[in-house]
């Protein structure tokens, strides 16, 4: 059974499958859960967080995961959270959540490259590193080629037609990509801070490990509801209009074409 919403205006909505509010809800309790036990791990083991100190590294790794982790799994659900609202709040609210999640990555680099500055630590060595400034590049053109196709007025129909599932499919691959370096680089911070103690199941590691599952879970959670094609977003009356012009210029089934 599904339960039905009624939209604004009044009228049935589109329905709501029975399933999918609890694996919403389920995902943002793991995505809660991974932000919470980042700031403990931070908080008992690596002695917090401070801009100007040595403590000032912590901030990366907490700010990815609420950045490129949290808030960009949850821009992505917007389309499956609010399937009746208007399209173009839906759009600003997804693109909101990916600028929120831009500007706090931000933040995360800045803090690891000033760190590493007033350390003389060299830069961009590592595996984990080179992943981040990937991520955080196509992250970034992510969301400007989105903003020109999807909000800018600029843009035609059919080009963002055609451009949609580049779109979607990219930004399900930056965010698998953004766990992946999420958990190199928790790997890595477990190897310089632990050494050889990592393998006598140290707390700080057993509790690092199981942060690591998180960020799995997390990610499988968010990438489970966004490809059940079940669960995806109705189109509304105005787009399937929409659809249905696009349809008939480019097929010529127009009556003038007759």
Not at 22 to 51: D, N
Not at 94 to 114: K, N, R
Not at 223 to 247: G, N
Request: with cysteine.
């Amino acid at each position: 059974m599904s339960s039905v919403c009624l939209s604004m205006e009044g009228g049935a909505a589109a329905t709501t499958p029975a399933a999918l509010p609890y694996y919403v809800a389920f995902s943002q309790l793991l995505g809660l859960t991974l932000v919470a036990m980042t700031g403990a791990w931070l908080g008992l083991y690596r002695g917090g967080i401070a801009w100007e100190s040595d403590l000032q590294f912590n901030a990366h790794p907490l700010c990815m995961v609420i950045g490129l982790i949290f808030l960009q799994g949850n821009a992505l659900l917007v389309y499956r959270v609010f399937r009746n609202e208007a399209k173009r709040t839906t759009k600003v609210l997804h693109g909101l959540l990916h600028i929120f999640a831009l500007v706090i990555a931000l933040v995360g680099l800045v803090a690891v490259f000033d760190y590493h500055r007033k350390k003389g630590y060299a830069d961009l060595y590592s595996l984990h590193s080179w992943c981040g400034i990937l991520v955080f590049v196509l992250y970034f053109v992510q969301w400007l080629v989105g903003f020109s196709f999807f909000l800018f007025p600029g843009a035609s129909f059919s080009l963002r037609s055609r451009y949609r599932p580049q779109h979607i499919f990219f930004g399900a691959t930056i965010f698998l990509l953004s766990v992946g370096t999420a958990l190199l680089g928790l790997k890595e911070a477990l190897l310089f801070n632990l050494g050889g103690k990592y393998s006598a199941f140290e707390p700080e590691g057993v509790l690092a490990n199981v942060l690591g599952l998180l960020l799995v879970c997390f990610g499988g959670a968010v990438l489970y509801i966004l490809t059940r094609a079940d669960w995806k977003r109705p189109s509304q009356a105005e787009e399937q209009a929409l659809s249905m012009d696009f349809k008939t210029l480019t097929e010529g089934d127009s009556p003038g074409s007759q």
